[in-house]
C-alpha cells in the first residue's frame, strides 16, 4: 500500500511467488460530484489494516477510508464521511484508481469484462473476452463494465462494489504502448446520495449507505491447471452479493398462464389443473407459473393496479386458492406486472407521476387495447406510490412466490428501490431484457 493515498501498488500470493499489479502510478485526487480535489491525507496504521483520512477544507468534508485483506480479499471502504458545511456528497470516484492491473509481460494475461446499461429491448450484452493478452489485439481507452476480470503470472482477481447501478460498478482501462499492453480494473462512480431529476420537482435520495469495493484474488481456481480470467470469475462467487431466488431458479421451469382481453382463456384454477398434469409427468419437477393478465380484464390492462385480482380469472378467493394447493404439487404462483407503463382507467394511477404530466404532454407507450403511459419511475418511487401498492397486493398474497417485472428499463437508483421491495416481501424478480434491475434480478 501507499503511505500517501489509499493506493494499492500490488498483490502478493501468500508464499511471496505471485505478484499481480494495483495502481503503478501515483495518486492525488478524488473526484466528488463531477469536480477533483487535493485532499490533505492522513495515514493511521491500526491493528490488521490501514487508516486513511481525506480532509478537503474547502467543501468541509472530511472521508476515512480503511483498507484491509482477510484471507484472499482485499477491502476498500470508506467508513466515515463527514460533512461540516452546506456541501453535501452526492457521487465520488477516485481517477485511475486501478485496484487491480494485469499486462502482457506477464504470463498467461488474460481478461474479461460484461456490461449491463439497464436499456430496454436489449437481449445481448457487450463483452471482451481475451484468453491471451499478449497475442491479442485490443482497442486502447476506458470501457464500463459490470462484472470484470483478470489474470496475470499465476493469479488472477475480480472485484465487487457497494455500487448497485450496474452501469457505474466499474471502468476497464487499457493501454496500449509500442512493447507492452495493461488492463486494469477500477470503481466506476459510487453513488452516495441518489440525485433524482423530476420535470416538476428535484429530489434527493439520502445516503445509500457508505461505499465499498472488495478484490479477491485466487491462483487456479477451476482445477485445469491455469490460472486465467476463469478463475477470477469462479472465485466471484465467494463476494458478489446474493440474487434472491438465484439457488432456486436453477432447479425449476417456468411457463406462462396467459389471460388476455377479457376472454379468461386460463382462469386460476384451470391453471392449477394443468400444473397438476405437469407435475405427474415430471414427477413433482418444481413449477413456477407465471398468472400473465391476473388484473381487472386481463394481460396489461390497467397497471398498474397490483392489487385488483381479475373476476373472470376467478377472483380472489381462486387466486389465493392456487397459491396455497400449489405447495402440496411444488408450484410456485407468480405474476406478471408492469412499473413502466399506466393506463388512464387505473385506479390505483397517480395520475401526477407520469411523464409530462406537469406539462399536460403525457408520454405514450404500449397502444393496443388501451393506450399506456410512461411513468416517472424516480418520481413513483420516492413519493412512496410503488410501496403502497406493493404492500396493498402483499397483503392479499402474502405467499406469492415471484414478480416478473414486464418491459422495465434502468438498473440505478429506482430500480434498486424496486427490487429491495420486492425481495423483503419474500418474492423473487425477474425481467424482460438482460441489464434492467441488475443485481436484482435472478430470471429474464
Not at 498483490?11 to 505471485?18: I, L, N
Not at 448497485?164 to 476497464?172: E, R, S
Amino acid at each position: 500500500m501507499d503511505n500517501n493515498f489509499p493506493r494499492v501498488i500490488r498483490y502478493e500470493w501468500k508464499d511471496g511467488s505471485k505478484v499481480l499489479g494495483g495502481s503503478p502510478e501515483q495518486l492525488f485526487l478524488i473526484n466528488i460530484n463531477g469536480k477533483e480535489y487535493l485532499p490533505e491525507v492522513t495515514l493511521r496504521e491500526l491493528e490488521g489494516k490501514l487508516q486513511y483520512v481525506l480532509e478537503i477544507p474547502e467543501i468541509q468534508v472530511a472521508m476515512t477510508v480503511e483498507c484491509l485483506v482477510a484471507e484472499d480479499v482485499f477491502e476498500f471502504r470508506f467508513t466515515d464521511i463527514q460533512e461540516t458545511g452546506d456541501f453535501r456528497v452526492m457521487n465520488l470516484s477516485i481517477p485511475g484508481h486501478n485496484l487491480v492491473t494485469t499486462d502482457s509481460d506477464q504470463a498467461d494475461a488474460s481478461y474479461a469484462t460484461v456490461y449491463t446499461s439497464g436499456a430496454q429491448y436489449t437481449s445481448t450484452l457487450p463483452e471482451e473476452i481475451v484468453d491471451d493478452l499478449a497475442s491479442a489485439s485490443i482497442k486502447e481507452g476506458e470501457i464500463s463494465s459490470t462484472i470484470a476480470a483478470v489474470s496475470g503470472n499465476g493469479l488472477a482477481a475480480s472485484m465487487e462494489t457497494s455500487e448497485l447501478a450496474g452501469k457505474n460498478k466499474f471502468k476497464v482501462n487499457k493501454s496500449v504502448t509500442k512493447n507492452r499492453k495493461q488492463v486494469s480494473i477500477y470503481n466506476g462512480l459510487w453513488t452516495y446520495r441518489a440525485y433524482l431529476q423530476s420535470e416538476d420537482k428535484p429530489a434527493v435520495a439520502e445516503n445509500e449507505g457508505l461505499p465499498w469495493s472488495k478484490v479477491i484474488l485466487t491462483d487456479d481456481r477451476n482445477g485445469d491447471a491455469k490460472t486465467d480470467w476463469q478463475d477470477g470469475a469462479v472465485a466471484l462467487r465467494d463476494i458478489i452479493r446474493p440474487v434472491y431466488g438465484s439457488d432456486e431458479i436453477i432447479d425449476s421451469m417456468m411457463w406462462i398462464a396467459l389471460n388476455v382481453g377479457g376472454q379468461a382463456q386460463c382462469t386460476f384454477l384451470n391453471g392449477l389443473d394443468i400444473g397438476k398434469v405437469i407435475n405427474n409427468m415430471t414427477d413433482g419437477f418444481n413449477q413456477k407459473i407465471m398468472f400473465k393478465g391476473y388484473q381487472h380484464e386481463g394481460h396489461d390492462d390497467s397497471h398498474p393496479d397490483y392489487a385488483s385480482i381479475g373476476g373472470k380469472q376467478g377472483g380472489l378467493k381462486d387466486f389465493q386458492y392456487v397459491i396455497e394447493q400449489g405447495k402440496e404439487y411444488n408450484i410456485d404462483v407468480g405474476v406478471h406486472l408492469n412499473a413502466t407503463e399506466y393506463a388512464l382507467d387505473a385506479v390505483e394511477l397517480n395520475y401526477n407521476n407520469l411523464v409530462g404530466a406537469a406539462k399536460g404532454a403525457l408520454s405514450p407507450g404500449w397502444d393496443w387495447y388501451d393506450t399506456s403511459y410512461h411513468v416517472d419511475k424516480d418520481k413513483d418511487t420516492y413519493t412512496g406510490e410503488v410501496q403502497r401498492r406493493l404492500d396493498a397486493f402483499y397483503d392479499l398474497v402474502p405467499d406469492l412466490d415471484f414478480c416478473y417485472i414486464d418491459v422495465y428499463s434502468g438498473n440505478g437508483w429506482a430500480a434498486t428501490e424496486l427490487a429491495r421491495m420486492i425481495n423483503e416481501k419474500g418474492w423473487i424478480i425477474g425481467t424482460e431484457f438482460s441489464g434492467p434491475i441488475e443485481p436484482g434480478v435472478a430470471f429474464t
